[in-house]
């Protein structure tokens, strides 16, 4: 993973620090200065000041400094070539890095199919007369069509291979539905994973899609009522906090997070009026999520079941 220093120079020479900031914090001009609210750290009055000629940041109240890629590293909990690489993007200088391009190529075709799988779930729900009684069915649980739009709630149609003959169309390969955990195989014909469940897209740290979770709708004793994507490639369960991705500035901003054990307790919260909630897949945390946490504030509620299991996990 070298970026040659040229390219990495070519990119902070080239890249306007002021509209790249300012997709993220509001900017007003003052003087040669662009002054805005810190998103570092819970800012009510301006002490953020961009300079468009020095080509950096700094804030006066947390001491939060740097150029265009120390910002976007920071504020997006990147790695430097990571930055470099979103950085480049916004510029249109493309950045070619020697070794884990191939490695991540490979996981962005599972990105896309996982994406227009969630594209897939979200539209049968809306349109089909199958969608129609699931939608009764969220409703009844005091899910809206808000809280559906908003967590991307789909639903898995009962049918053997529609999400399979839909992602044939848009000319993905079958053997990569099968590595993104959404098709399998058996005697050369293709099924699909999830079938009549509504299905809630799971994110990992970075915010790509990486897999469902898919409950029965229609009362089945003899089916299990959750069934979760199998780990692989991409699906890590120490690497998915629910809802992370989306709520990492209100969490910074104020300074706490909520942690539950699933992801029904984040969208519970969600409706009492509180966004700044997260859920692991279960009681065991893993150092990286508990650093991806602590990135953002140190003041972690855990809510946890109140089960000995749960109260366990809490202590530790
Ligand atoms: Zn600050």
């Given at each position: 993973?070298?970026?040659p ?12 620090i ?26 009510s009055?301006?002490?953020?000041t ?5 080509k ?13 890629l ?13 930055a470099?690489r ?26 896309k ?9 979200e ?23 808000k809280?559906?739009?908003?967590f ?22 079958p ?23 509504i ?15 898919g409950?029965?709708y229609q ?7 959750y ?11 120490g ?11 209100e ?22 009026g509180?966004?700044n ?28 079941d ?8 809490a202590?530790?």
């Open positions: 993973m070298i970026i220093e040229a390219t990495i120079q070519k990119i902070k020479d080239e890249a306007d002021v509209k790249i900031i300012g997709e993220y914090v509001k900017l007003e001009k003052q003087g040669n200065n662009y002054k805005g609210l810190c998103p570092f750290h819970d800012d009055n301006p002490s953020l961009v300079s468009p000629t020095k950096i940041y700094k804030c006066f109240s947390c001491n939060a400094s740097g150029n265009v120390t910002f976007i590293q920071n504020h997006n909990h990147v790695s430097f070539v990571e470099v979103i950085v480049g993007e916004k510029c249109g200088i493309v950045v070619e890095t020697q070794g884990d391009d191939e490695y991540r190529q490979s996981f962005d075709k599972y990105y199919i996982l994406q227009n799988a969630t594209n897939f779930y539209f049968f729900l809306r349109n089909t007369t199958e969608g129609q009684e699931a939608r009764e069915y969220l409703h009844k649980r005091n899910l809206s069509d809280i559906i739009k908003r991307r709630i789909g639903l898995a149609p009962k049918e053997n291979d529609l999400l399979y003959q839909s992602l044939l169309k848009e000319k993905f390969q053997l990569d539905m099968i590595e993104a955990g959404i098709v399998r195989s058996a005697s050369d014909q293709y099924f699909d994973v999830f079938r009549n469940r299905v809630f897209p799971l994110e990992d740290l970075e915010g790509h899609i990486v897999g469902f979770s409950r029965v009362d089945k004793a003899t089916e299990p009522k069934l979760n994507s199998s780990e692989n490639k991409i699906f890590r369960k690497n998915i906090l629910y809802n992370y991705f989306t709520v990492q500035n969490i910074r901003q104020k300074n706490q997070v909520f942690l539950f054990e699933g992801f029904m307790d984040v969208i519970a919260a969600y409706r009492a509180i966004n909630a997260v859920a692991s897949m279960g009681t065991a945390l893993t150092v990286q999520q508990i650093k991806a946490l602590t990135k953002l504030t140190n003041n972690i509620t855990i809510c946890y109140g089960d000995n299991p749960g109260i366990e996990a202590k530790k």
